[in-house]
């Protein structure tokens, strides 16, 4: 009984860690490529029905804490993204993103293609990504001092003690002192999602321009990562197996308006380790419990949505960009951590974070295409 709840505990932290801090930056995606409240709600309900069936499936199965999530930094490009003419576009997007990552599982030599990019590279452009919504957060400075700046202080201090729950903690929070200054609309009542079914539009610029990076940054952000932590926790992934599941429940639930779903990392740790049971081989069972509370995720996906809708936009872009602000450091890092892939990384970190839009083709493939252009030059120059 003390294991089960031990299993349990886990999956609930990990599950309020991974919703508090993040969904702010879901529905700035949402907003950024004009869903209406409605599709809101459905493709955060799409989000949670991805990823309690994944992490139900692979656990059972393969008896490991395989935990899934959303992609946070696919959720922060389509957020920065430029130009996409309709929502019904970007649900096209979402449909490439979830293929090509099915198509990675079944042909092993995409995966070892993708597998290529230069660390610095694919880096830079995550941190382009990230980068703009952290600076959206520091804009909302001069109209909501009161709000903003406390936020930050606080995130600080939280980091230090409690960080995998810091954001959550700027959350409550921050819902507090707004509520405190008269900023808090009134909140509709609870109410169980409707899932809407959206037809995608096959617009060339966006596929290109959204739904490629939103499959490398999924890839190399958000699968890599999570397969490091199950085997840092002493267990071998079944890498294609993993990558199919997440892959057919993202292109499912696409048609839902939801955007890629995939392997956790941060989530996934605290349900690999000790923590969550002293026995390896009884921590899968936090996968079961994990997929009770995201399935909680999605029926009420909607009234969610509309809480957060009644919250001021300052406070979910400070939410989005305290969030964001270790990975966001940790991908510059991890961009300029090599010195004769540096210039690359930083024409990459350039192109993608300018916001520019080519050709109906947003920055971050620019950026990763520029990136990729230096780098094929300094190498043949120095044959």
């Known amino acids: ?14 599950t309020i860690a991974g919703v508090g801090g993040t969904l702010p930056v879901v529905l700035a995606a949402a907003q950024a490529v004009g869903a209406t409240p409605a599709e809101a709600s459905s493709w955060v309900s799409g989000l949670g029905l991805a990823t309690a069936l994944s992490a139900l499936v692979l656990s059972v199965r393969y008896r490991m804490p395989i935990i899934t999530a959303w992609s946070t930094p696919g959720a922060a490009l389509i957020a920065a993204t430029q130009g996409v003419p309709s929502f019904r576009a970007a649900v096209g997007a979402f449909v490439l993103a979830a293929v090509l990552v099915l198509l990675t599982a079944a042909i092993r030599p995409l995966g070892r293609l993708i597998g290529r990019i230069p660390t610095s590279i694919a880096s830079a452009m995550l941190a382009g990504i990230l980068l703009h919504l952290v600076v959206v957060m520091f804009e909302q400075v001069p109209s909501q001092p009161l709000l ?18 810091a954001s959550l903690v700027v959350l409550v929070a921050g819902g507090a002192l707004a509520w405190t200054l008269g900023l808090v609309k009134p909140i509709p009542p609870l109410g169980v999602s409707h899932l809407e079914l959206v037809a995608p539009a096959w617009d060339v610029a966006t596929l290109i321009g959204l739904g490629v990076p939103l499959y490398l940054v999924t890839m190399a952000s958000q699968n890599l990562p999570g397969f490091a932590v199950l085997r840092g926790s002493g267990y071998e992934p079944p890498t294609q197996a993993c990558l199919a599941v997440t892959g057919a429940a993202s292109l499912g639930t696409a048609f839902l308006g939801a955007h890629t779903s995939n392997l956790a990392a941060i989530s996934a740790a605290l349900c690999t380790g000790p923590d969550a049971h002293p026995d390896p081989a009884q921590r899968w069972k936090a996968g079961p419990f994990y997929a009770v509370f995201w399935g909680l995720i999605a029926l009420f996906g909607a009234s969610l949505v509309g809480l957060f809708g009644a919250l001021p936009p300052a406070l979910l872009m400070t939410v989005a960009g305290t969030a964001l602000l270790g990975s966001t450091a940790s991908s510059m890092g991890a961009a300029l951590a090599v010195e004769t892939e540096r210039l690359a990384a930083a024409g990459t970190l350039a192109v993608t974070v300018s916001g520019i839009t080519l050709m109906g083709v947003g920055s971050a493939f620019w950026g990763l295409c520029f990136g990729l252009l230096i780098l094929g030059v300094e190498r043949l120059l120095k044959r």
Request: proline fraction near 6%; hydrophobic fraction near 75%.
């Open 148 to 165: 903003v700046l406390p936020l930050i202080a606080l995130f600080l201090v939280a980091r230090a003690v409690l960080p995998t729950l």
């Open 1 to 14: 009984m003390k294991g089960l709840v031990s299993v349990a505990t886990a999956a609930l932290v990990a």
